[in-house]
């Protein structure tokens, strides 16, 4: 049942809240039983396996819909390792029990979010989502912490305030907030003045949730300052829900692929592609470097977006699988260099690159896998990565946009030299002064980066099988 | 023009500048227990608003959420935080004027804009209902809207607990 993804977390919270002290140890195997069931519930809804899917529920109206359940699966893989991740790095056992309840909180806003088919409705979880993130990024109180959700929370209130003047106009114009009645209001009057302004101010909204470039001040400063625990949920779903996948759905069902909005969007992100790679590669913080690159990553998603409205049908339809598929690894491969820069961080006591070397001899789970994190990143066959930047770069050659396709190259190797510096200087090389003593991380470190390696591998060795049936379908048209 | 008219206009004029002038009460007051009670007499004024322009629900949550809640949470939280110093003070009123002098500007531009603009429902769209009772509408179709503002209110609940229990 769909509503469970939503009320199982809030009921989760409610419970582990008792004043009962033992279940405040139950915290990790209940977050972690949630996301294996989440992640089965979304297999189940995946379009190759999906055979008796739920079609109708009170709340949930036809959540039967390929582009959901890679998300649900994709939110269900970054919250398992980011309650990992909380266990192993929480400062103390009060501080990771609120640390819980809040990923729960989040977690609950992200599955509601992609599940509504209602503008509205997806305001009011997105907003969960996004309540929840400033807290998880200023739970520690130090200053970089408060400074970077403070950022967040402005440009989040500013993005909030577009969308909802969006929905007023909506609303006003349209009767209602449904995704449907917008859709066919928007088809039938798609010229009006006002109907324009609401769609101009929601995809703005959603741009600043994204990060992309030029709205991406608040990003590098949240991802960095969170603690480990937060800025792997963060950087590994929260803004790729809340932004990309609102984007992704908004344009293909609701407003419309238009031209104005597909060159609105190939501009915006072939900004943030190149534009997020050359400030990469500038950065020693491992995780400052990792937030530009994310920014850079998403523009790769946001311009396959872009050719959704070609006028070759096959480019439009592979543009928008790569986007989707994009998502998904990006959210997969930056977790797993999240989570690496957390036992980094813990096991080193810094994330300044320059005072960190040789790393891979004493860390070699953590060294390998983010190695494969790194060349899926850049797009080395036959990683994940390779193939949903190899089906973006396709799309918009066919659909004649031969410039953005090139340039898609370009950045790619960029990635290539950001991540070489960055493994260069972290883990191969002589072994620096003051990290003789360092070790491998813990199990609660080592477990989801062997998982998220082995998806990354997986989803890349068995794209012929999953071409046909699961990514063109996926498409969501 | 009809002098109930007439009246009838005076007094939202009246009322729109007693908000503007909460507004800019808000922002500029310098003592944030002041500021917080602005903020709560502008979101009065705009409930008397609301109820003119008869959406009587949301005044009433208006009231009881804007005006009433969270001027009481405001207060709570100006109760933790330490008084600011005299140069602290003198800093900011010094930025004060410069930063806020555009602000009701714009919002007499917007508004007069806005006046000028008039909403017209498009023509009828397939699958649009207009649900004019707000208990249907709270408790039916926009009831996973409520569990939504609960999961809100409980995310805001943890805000309080991590970032201000400590500091009691």
């Known amino acids: 049942m769909p509503s469970l993804l939503v009320i199982i977390p809030l009921l989760a919270v409610l419970l582990l809240n008792l004043p009962l002290n033992f279940l405040r140890r139950l915290a990790l195997p209940a977050a972690v039983l949630f996301a294996v069931y989440q992640a089965l519930f979304a297999m189940q809804l995946l379009p190759a396996s999906c055979t008796a899917c739920p079609t109708h529920e009170r709340w949930f109206v036809n959540v039967l819909d390929p582009l959901t359940s890679v998300l649900l699966l994709a939110i269900a893989v970054v919250a398992f390792a980011s309650v990992f991740v909380l266990h192993a790095t929480a400062s103390d056992e009060k501080h990771g029990f609120n640390a819980f309840n809040l990923i729960f909180l989040a977690v609950a806003g992200m599955n509601g979010l992609v599940m509504v088919r209602d503008l509205f409705s997806m305001y009011i979880f997105l907003e969960i989502a996004s309540v929840a993130s400033f807290i998880l990024i200023a739970a520690q109180r130090d200053m970089g912490g ?66 992309i470039m030029p709205f991406h001040g608040w990003l590098p400063d949240a991802y960095a300052a969170a603690p480990a625990a937060a800025s792997t949920l963060i950087a590994g779903i929260v803004t790729k829900t809340t932004g990309v996948y609102a984007l992704i759905r908004l344009v293909l069902h609701v407003f419309g692929p238009s031209v104005a909005v597909q060159q609105l969007l190939l501009i915006f992100g072939a900004i943030s592609v190149v534009a997020g790679a050359l400030a990469a590669l500038g950065q020693s913080d491992m995780k400052r470097m990792l937030a530009y690159s994310s920014i850079s990553q998403v523009g790769y998603i946001v311009m396959g977006l872009g050719v959704a409205g070609a006028a070759n049908k096959f480019a439009a339809e592979l543009g ?9 690894n990006h959210a997969i491969f930056k977790t797993l260099l999240f989570v690496n820069a957390a036992a980094v961080e813990k096991q080193a006591g810094t994330r300044d690159m320059n005072q960190l070397g040789g790393l891979a001899q004493k860390m070699p789970i953590t060294g390998l896998t983010s190695l494969l994190a790194m060349f899926a990143t850049a797009g080395v066959p036959p990683l994940a990565g390779f193939w949903s930047k190899l089906l973006i770069i396709a799309a918009l050659w066919l659909a004649g946009y031969h410039g953005y396709a090139l340039l898609g190259i370009g950045a790619s190797l960029l990635t290539l030299a950001y991540f070489l510096s960055l493994q260069r200087r972290v883990f191969f090389g002589l072994l620096r002064a003051g990290c003789e003593n360092v070790r491998e991380a813990g199990w609660a470190l080592t477990v989801p980066s062997l998982v998220l390696a082995a998806i990354l591998l997986g989803v890349g060795v068995a794209l012929p099988w999953l071409i046909g049936s699961f990514l063109l379908p996926v498409k969501g048209f | 023009m009809d002098p109930n008219l007439k009246t009838e206009l005076l007094a939202n ?19 944030l227990v ?38 009481v949470v405001f207060i709570s939280a100006i109760s933790l935080v330490k008084p600011a110093t ?50 249907i509408l709270l408790w039916g179709p926009r009831a996973l809207d409520l569990l939504g503002q609960i999961l809100v209110l409980l995310a805001g609940v943890w805000g309080v607990v991590v970032l201000f229990k400590e500091e009691k």
């Open chain 2, 86 to 135: 005299e140069e602290e003070r003198a800093a900011h009123m010094r930025f004060k004027v410069r930063r806020y002098f555009l602000l009701p500007l714009v919002l007499l531009t917007v508004g007069c804009g806005l006046s000028y603009m008039t909403v017209r429902p498009l023509p009828v769209v397939a699958g649009a209902e207009l649900i004019t009772d707000m208990r």
């Open chain 1, 146 to 211: 408060l400074e970077g959700a403070f950022k967040y929370l402005v440009m989040s209130a500013l993005a909030t305030m577009m969308m909802l003047a969006s929905i007023a106009l909506l609303l006003a114009y349209c009767g209602s907030t449904s995704f449907m009645v917008v859709a066919e209001a928007l088809h039938a009057h798609g010229s009006h003045g006002y109907l324009l302004t609401a769609v101009g101010l929601f995809l703005g909204g959603l741009l600043i949730k994204s990060g």
């Open chain 2, 13 to 31: 004029v009246i009322l729109m500048a007693a908000m503007l002038l909460g507004g800019l009460a808000t922002v500029m007051l310098r003592q």
């Open chain 1, 320 to 328: 928008v699988a790569g986007a989707i598929f994009h998502l998904f």
């Open chain 2, 34 to 71: 002041k500021a917080a009670i602005a903020l709560a007499f502008t979101s009065v004024v705009l409930c008397i608003l609301m109820f003119k322009l008869a959406a009587p629900w949301a005044a009433v949550f208006e009231l009881s959420v804007c005006a009433g809640l969270i001027t």
